[in-house]
C-alpha cells in the first residue's frame, strides 16, 4: 500500500512541476528560467517540462528507505501514468 502512495504522490509532484504554473507561478516561472538561460532544446530545458524525468529524481529518496528497486519502481510507474495521462 506504501508503494502506491509513493506513485501517487510522486505523480502529482513531477505532473505539477513539469506542466502547472504552480503556486503564484512560480514553477512556470523557473521553467521560462531554465529554457531563456540555456535555449529550448538543450537537455536541461527538455527535461524540466518532463513528468518522466521529474518522477526519476523525485522517486530517488524513496531508494534510501525501500531500497534501490523501489526508486525503479516508483519512477517507471509514474512514467507509464505520465504518458497514460498524457499522450
Known amino acids: 500500500m506504501e508503494y502506491l502512495f509513493a506513485i501517487f504522490a510522486v505523480y502529482r509532484l513531477a ?21 531563456t538561460r540555456y535555449g529550448k532544446d538543450d537537455w536541461r530545458s527538455i527535461g524540466i517540462g518532463c513528468p518522466v524525468c521529474w518522477s526519476f ?20 510507474a509514474v512514467a507509464f501514468l505520465a504518458r497514460m495521462g498524457h499522450g
Open 15 to 35: 505532473t505539477d512541476f513539469a506542466w502547472e504554473d504552480g503556486p503564484g507561478g512560480i514553477y512556470a516561472w523557473v521553467r521560462g528560467w531554465v529554457i
Open 57 to 76: 529524481w523525485l522517486a530517488l529518496p524513496v531508494a534510501f528507505v525501500w531500497g534501490p528497486l523501489a526508486w525503479l519502481v516508483i519512477a517507471g
